[in-house]
């Protein structure tokens, strides 16, 4: 149930709109239902996520924290793997990974995306299968690969010409052939933020199609006897809903698959569609059911490989933010609350929280948009535009730009932010010498930490002071 609508209130002479698409809610006690994970719910006062109610972890673990719903992440990431049934899904790391994570991931069927030595880590001490798991990144060194081919990493993306001699070498020293996709750029114009659009031709990953370079890498990976090319890899960006992008990107990609077999004789196994599906931060986002994402990905390619008269290839993606973005709340105490009257006399609320841009960067990087709601009190007083602040140095450390709170939100009050499960914790910062916050794992009523929170002695435990 929406329980939104276009309030008097927001028009009303001298008051503060917010952007258009935000609407006063009918009711601020109760939550926007697609904004939030499967488990959560109003009881009373409180809300409660996992059975547990967020004041009693927040009395338990304090403030700030990640708070997981481990139903709402493992329905997810199955949901996908079997929309996408006959697809290999790889659980895309970067957006958020630990080893509890990692061990979901492995248990209930998922491959994994990993783009750092770290993340690799972290995935194989939680129990991914190497085999199962594939790995990115523009500029990978000579150690991280040899530890890469050397741990069995399934599938290396190859992301530039310089990158296939230093494999090739690496696999070869190893004595080990090891596969490997090429990654393309589609050229495609991905609607979403610049900074996390990657198809277009003017930005830092994958081979062009275009310019010829795409051809050329899988010339000389098809050359290096270290390597064994088993098909391409495209990602058009991240948060992305319209599924034109991947429409335009796939026909493209398919006809270079369709070129190599034509020219160079070889039908390759395999193609890596990349992640990027969005999720519903506010009311204005409106994502795709993984099903209907699945059914109209498969058409697509159906289509497009009978036209090309070539065999469907075994077909992979990469969801990040779709699985773990929803399930993650970030629950925070207000400190200070400071009306602030703007030219024309409007007033915007500013509440402060004890997190701020060290644990939520998305809206300081992306201009991204969220919500919140109080999470342990309801209250009838009439609703006023708010902006909820961190407590960092930086007048740009917002957390969210607008959303109504009741008028009488005030110091000690719980907040919520839902949607931060995915590039929250996973960008978190020590800025201002902040401690990241813990990731806590809330299920049938009991709460388990997955990650701690840091502690100053974790701060001091790398400064190791003036040697000389
Ligand atoms: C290569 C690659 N795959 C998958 C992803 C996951 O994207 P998302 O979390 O938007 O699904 C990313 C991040 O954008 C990426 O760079
Ligand atoms: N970090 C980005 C997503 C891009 C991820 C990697 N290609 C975000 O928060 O939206």
Known sequence: ????????????????????????????????????????????????????????????????????????????????????AGWQVYYAAKAFVCTGVARWIAEDGLHLD??????????????VDPARIEYHGNNKTVPELRRVVSAGVGKVIVDSLTEIDRLADVARDLGTVQPVLVRVTAGVEAHTHEYIATAHEDQKFGLSITSGDAFEAVRRVLAAPGLELRGLHSHIGSQIFDASGFEVAARRVLALHARIAAELGVELPEMNLGGGFGIAYTTQDDPADPADLAAAMRSIV???????????????????????????????????????????????????????????????????????????????????????????????????????????????????????????????????????????????????????????????ATDVGDQE
């Not at 006062?45 to 009693?56: I, T």
């Not at 338990?60 to 949901?79: K, S």
């Not at 998305?362 to 407590?391: F, H, I, N, Q």
């Not at 010498?433 to 806590?440: G, K, M, Q, S």
């Open 302 to 460: 159906e289509h497009e490989c009978r036209a090309l008269g070539v065999a469907v290839p075994q077909l992979s993606i990469e969801p990040g933010r779709a699985i773990a973005g929803p399930s993650v709340c970030t629950l925070y105490t207000v400190g200070t609350v400071k009306p602030v009257r703007l030219d024309g006399g409007a007033v915007r609320t500013y509440v402060s929280v004890d997190g701020g841009m060290s644990d939520n960067i998305r809206t300081a990087l992306y201009d991204a948009d969220y919500s919140c709601t109080m999470a342990d009190r309801r209250s009838e007083a009439e609703p006023v535009l708010a902006r909820v602040v961190g407590k960092h140095c930086e007048a740009g450390d917002v957390v969210v730009k607008d959303e109504f709170l009741p008028g009488d939100v005030r110091p000690g009050d719980l907040l919520a932010v839902p949607g931060t499960g995915a590039y929250c914790r996973s960008m978190a910062s020590n800025y201002n010498h902040a401690l990241r916050p813990p990731v806590i794992a809330v299920r049938d009523g009991v709460a388990r930490v997955l990650v701690r929170r840091e502690t100053e002695d974790d701060l001091l």
């Open 1 to 84: 149930m929406t329980t939104t609508h276009e309030a008097g209130w927001a028009h009303a002479s001298g008051a503060l709109r917010g952007p258009s698409w935000l609407r006063q809610p009918t009711d601020p006690n109760e939550l926007v239902p697609q904004l939030w994970s499967r488990t959560a719910h109003k009881r009373g006062d409180d809300l409660v996520v996992g059975g547990v109610a967020l004041a009693d972890l927040a009395a338990e673990h304090m403030t700030p924290a990640y708070v997981l719903d481990e139903e709402d992440f493992r329905a997810r990431a199955v949901g996908f793997r079997d929309a996408f």
């Open 114 to 127: 990993a783009c750092s030595s770290g993340e690799l880590t972290v995935a194989l001490r939680g129990g």
